[in-house]
């Protein structure tokens, strides 16, 4: 019998797989629907659905591994980060999600949460006041117009696998929908600053480096408390925030 491994879990959805099948299971239906809906619009590769039953989602694994892991060492030729990057950049020049998605919270909203939250990394002692400054000027960068793309909202690189030099799937849409691009780019090379380059010259446009600065400083600012809450450690080595102490 097939062992059952736990992917990742917390309060809000948890994910588990057993030989080939994931489960996830997730207590918002609408977040579930919208993971399906984005997989099916979706021009990349991405994980067969092999069944539905609330609050159940059945998805065949994918062939391949990832390119790594927040915190973790990277791996993968530049040729395999460069496809990612080419992946990446199919995706954002698809036709719009019907909705927005993560990366499309209004310039407005996300100010004022951002803003909140490093109220509170600072009066409860979570960061330094300097480091917090520091980041939250860099991030503002990110708060600009974009032209809204299709992307993925949660592009981890432990979200997109690769077989040798070629991109298999990318897994994990319930956060898809109409957004900035540049947010799906900073999301993936985020701690992994060393293969930004490669996955630029995949993507095949010019980037404005600032924002993907902006958008590291700004998704770290915003994941601290949350990550802390949910039994993770952004203070572990090249994660959170080891990326905002770069920034400095």
Known sequence: ???VKVVVAHSERATLRVGDVFLKVDADQARIDAEVEAMSLAPVPTPEVL???PPVLAIAALPGTTLGRLGGPSTGSPTAWAAAGAAIRKLHQ???PPLPGRAGRSIVALAAELDDECKLLVTNGVLPADLVTRNRHVAEAALRPWT????????QIAHLFVDGD???GIIDWSEAGQGDALYDLATFTLGH????????AGYGTDIDLDVIHAWWSLRSLLAVRWLIEHGFD???PGCEVDVL???M
């Open 94 to 96: 698809a036709p719009l």
């Open 234 to 236: 952004p203070f572990a």
């Open 1 to 3: 019998m097939d062992e």
């Open 245 to 247: 102490r770069s920034r």
């Open 166 to 168: 070629e991109v298999t």
């Open 193 to 200: 600053e060393e293969h930004l380059d490669d996955v630029i």
């Open 148 to 155: 809204p793309a299709f992307t993925h909202g949660d592009l």
């Open 51 to 53: 069944w539905r039953k």
